[in-house]
């Protein structure tokens, strides 16, 4: 092997020879090598900034406004993502606390620095009513407020334009009924039956007003709404003073009619005594009278009902000594009721009860008919006792169809007698 030192004349040198092919594999890996490098760091970049991506302030300035709202919305929608993830989270943390009976976190423990009560309250109710958190929800939160803001406002306004102005000044004599009538009919132009109507529903004032006092009214038409309340204006005195004063003197009155009333309730409890204890002997004198007109009626009672026996015993004296009383019937009927007995041949009335009678003051005659006793015509009848005659104390007379008439021609004789007519068919 030849060195470098060696003589050159030893070297062939070939001129015009074809030289050998050189190899580009070295440089292919090399450029391989560093494309793969290259790549490595600007997907590290890139896989950082995503990891760890800086702050909006940190990076580079947009060079459009589309590129800024672009780059501001991405980071409005990350935040939104990122509280929706949050809300979610809780919510699943708080449903195995509800399943194991312990105490759910509320919405607002991760927000808890900067925030004051209000907000943190009104967060918690935001996510109670299940309304979307993040910060797209709060802002439509916020408007939807803000309109409601508004409209207060104009009610307000509205409200505002209807306030009373400076007020009705009392002269001496008015009443607040009276003013408010009198504004009712003037200002709003309202009937005075209305107007009434409307005042009476309020409680006003009772009594006349303090000279100067102010008056103020207010009244909505659409609601039909009337209001009027009294200040103390230009006087010394303010309303309530002089319904103060006013109530003072009620209660003085009030008091001095307490002392009256209790002074008339021991003379009502005096007299109420008295009129119980004449009560009382009013009621054992009604006792006493009850009893004696129990007593009376007992012998008006008694004394009526002697007068009827009295009466009835005359009458019926009257009706025996004017009446005589007799049986008839057939003989055999009158001995088998041993009514009629006979004792050697003369005949005798037994024991009888004579049920029938003649009363001779007014009829003298009695009618036998025979189908009274069951026979067709009556042949004979006599009397018993014997010592009544026929012809001379009783007369008998005999009809063609059997009936017998029986005459008292001598009422002395008959008078009080009990007589016995036998008939014999």
């Given at each position: 092997m030849k060195s470098?030192?060696?003589?050159?004349?030893?070297?062939?040198?070939?001129?015009?020879?074809?030289?050998?092919?050189?190899?580009?594999?070295?440089?292919?890996?090399?450029?391989?090598?560093?494309?793969?490098?290259?790549?490595?760091?600007?997907?590290?970049?890139?896989?950082?900034?995503?990891?760890?991506?800086?702050?909006?302030?940190?990076?580079?300035?947009?060079?459009?406004?589309?590129?800024?709202?672009?780059?501001?919305?991405?980071?409005?929608?990350?935040?939104?993502?990122?509280?929706?993830?949050?809300?979610?989270?809780?919510?699943?943390?708080?449903?195995?606390?509800?399943?194991?009976?312990?105490?759910?976190?509320s919405f607002s423990q991760v927000f808890l620095q900067g925030l004051s009560a209000?907000?943190?309250?009104?967060?918690?109710?935001?996510?109670?009513?299940?309304?979307?958190?993040?910060?797209?929800?709060?802002?439509?939160?916020?408007?939807?407020?803000?309109?409601?803001?508004?409209?207060?406002?104009?009610?307000?306004?509205?409200?505002?334009?209807?306030?009373?102005?400076?007020?009705?000044e009392a002269k001496a004599g008015d009443t607040h009924m009276k003013l408010a009538k009198e504004w009712l009919v003037k200002e709003q132009h309202l009937p005075e039956t209305r107007a009434k109507e409307l005042a009476e529903r309020l409680n006003l004032m009772d009594g006349t007003l303090e000279?100067?006092?102010?008056?103020?009214?207010?009244?909505?038409?659409?609601?039909?709404?009337?209001?009027?309340?009294?200040?103390?204006?230009?006087?010394?005195?303010?309303?309530?003073?002089?319904?103060?004063?006013?109530?003072?003197?009620l209660i003085g009155e009030r008091d001095t009619a307490i002392a009256k009333s209790k002074d008339l309730e021991e003379k009502k409890a005096e007299l109420e005594e008295t009129l119980a204890k004449l009560e009382k002997e009013v009621a054992d004198l009604e006792v006493r009278k009850a009893n004696l007109e129990t007593n009376v009626a007992q012998l008006v009672q008694d004394k009526t009902k002697a007068e009827d026996k009295a009466k009835t015993t005359g009458l019926e004296l009257d009706r025996q000594r004017n009446s005589f009383f007799y049986e008839a019937d057939l003989a055999d009927r009158l001995r088998a009721r041993g009514v009629l007995k006979t004792f050697n041949r003369v005949d005798a009335i037994g024991d009888v009860k004579f049920a029938s009678s003649l009363d001779l003051t007014k009829e003298k005659s009695i009618t036998l008919k025979p189908a009274q006793f069951g026979i067709d015509h009556i042949r004979d009848i006599r009397m018993v006792p014997t010592f009544l005659k026929e012809g001379r104390d009783i007369g008998v007379k005999f009809a063609e169809d059997g009936t017998v008439e029986l005459t008292v021609l001598d009422e002395k004789a008959v008078r009080g007698q009990r007589v016995l007519f036998v008939v014999e068919q």
């Open positions: 470098l030192f060696d003589d050159p004349g030893d070297v062939e040198i070939a001129i015009g020879a074809p030289k050998p092919r050189r190899s580009r594999k070295g440089l292919y890996i090399t450029l391989v090598a560093v494309v793969a490098l290259a790549g490595l760091g600007i997907g590290g970049y890139y896989g950082y900034y995503a990891l760890f991506p800086p702050r909006l302030v940190d990076r580079v300035i947009p060079a459009s406004p589309d590129r800024l709202l672009t780059e501001l919305k991405e980071a409005r929608d990350s935040i939104d993502g990122q509280t929706r993830d949050i809300y979610g989270r809780i919510q699943q943390f708080n449903q195995r606390q509800e399943a194991i009976g312990r105490k759910p976190v209000e907000e943190e309250q009104a967060l918690d109710q935001l996510v109670k009513q299940e309304k979307d958190p993040s910060y797209r929800g709060v802002l439509s939160q916020v408007v939807e407020d803000m309109k409601k803001i508004r409209d207060l406002q104009t009610k307000v306004g509205e409200l505002e334009a209807k306030l009373p102005g400076e007020g009705v000279k100067g006092f102010k008056v103020y009214f207010f009244y909505d038409p659409a609601k039909d709404f009337f209001g009027t309340w009294v200040s103390a204006g230009s006087s010394k005195r303010t309303p309530l003073a002089l319904v103060r004063a006013r109530e003072m003197k």
